[in-house]
């Protein structure tokens, strides 16, 4: 399957010279801006610049799902899961399938396809943020992103008021949204605890997120960073550029050391794993590939 910046995804059968199918975004929603397929290759998520997610059943090539953002920026990556969350082991919790969301300014998160809800927020501040203690930090940088759950009309072709209602809003106009922010991700959800997330973004850092401990997250490339836990659902990544204060949110900080010579010049955009050798390859805007051991 692949997508163009025009709304439609288009799919490809290898046995056949014909295209089985196309799946069409309506316009209001926005340029589409990223795309993932489910692990059980029933289910597809498309996000568009203006921050909606829609979720199509493949096999009646039909949107059964829609939701708005918080962020209303555009969703710049998605990628997919189908199993139980580390917090969730032990409860008889039945595995479920989960999307992650790079959206919004400088942080991902991990949602419930079925309920909605966010489980997991791994989010980045500004180094104005350093040294602060939670009292310090306002009430929408403690905040998890939510997806707002839009009305589909009943005809398949129909225009979706709550997206046309929008259009004159000139805070949604489809740009490159909130700067800085993440472009890349790469990760795994395990219920054996071994759960990470890895991403990139346009302030060129790559890090490495657990989903568990605070202490066991690093930088990979960029500024050292340090990282709170503020609860088991959203974590904090704060640039270390001044020496923490003993009222800070957790003590537990990121073990990444100076940012590397080499690191990317322009922002991180892709990542992808290599089994053998063990290794993690990035991509950035400046037009380099490169390999981490």
């Not at 295209?19 to 692990?39: D, H, I, V």
């Not at 809003?169 to 909130?178: C, E, H």
């Not at 490495?208 to 503020?230: E, H, M, N, P």
């Amino acid at each position: 399957m692949c997508g163009t910046q025009g709304g439609v995804v288009h799919a490809w059968d290898l046995r056949s010279s014909t295209e089985p199918y196309a799946l069409k975004l309506r316009p209001e929603l926005g340029f589409l801006s990223s795309m993932a397929m489910g692990t059980d290759r029933n289910w597809m998520v498309c996000g568009t610049s203006r921050g909606f997610i829609g979720l199509w059943d493949v096999r009646y090539q039909t949107l059964v799902k829609l939701w708005h953002h918080s962020s209303s920026s555009p969703i710049h990556r998605l990628a997919t899961c189908h199993t139980r969350l580390p917090q969730d082991t032990g409860r008889g919790d039945a595995v479920r399938p989960y999307i992650f969301v790079a959206a919004g300014k400088n942080e991902a998160s991990v949602f419930d396809v079925a309920a909605g809800d966010c489980r997991q927020c791994f989010r980045t501040l500004g180094a104005e943020y350093a040294g602060l203690g939670r009292g310090g930090l306002s009430d929408e940088l403690l905040e998890l992103p939510s997806l707002k759950d839009i009305s589909l009309p009943s005809r398949p072709d129909g225009c979706i008021e709550y997206a046309r209602n929008m259009a004159s809003d000139l805070s949604i106009g489809g740009g490159l949204g909130p700067e800085p922010s993440m472009r890349a991700l790469m990760g795994r959800i395990s219920d054996s605890g071994a759960s990470y997330l890895v991403s990139g973004g346009s302030d060129r850092r790559i890090s490495f997120w657990d989903f568990q401990s605070a202490s066991r997250c690093y930088t990979i490339s960029g500024d050292k960073l340090s990282s709170s836990s503020v609860s088991k659902n959203l974590f904090l990544g704060i640039p270390n550029v001044a020496k923490p204060s003993s009222n800070n949110i957790n003590p537990l900080m990121m073990k990444g050391g100076v940012r590397p010579q080499a690191g990317h010049e322009d922002s991180v955009l892709d990542l992808k794993s290599v089994e053998r050798p063990r290794a993690l390859l990035s991509a950035g805007g400046d037009g380099i590939v490169k390999c981490w051991r």
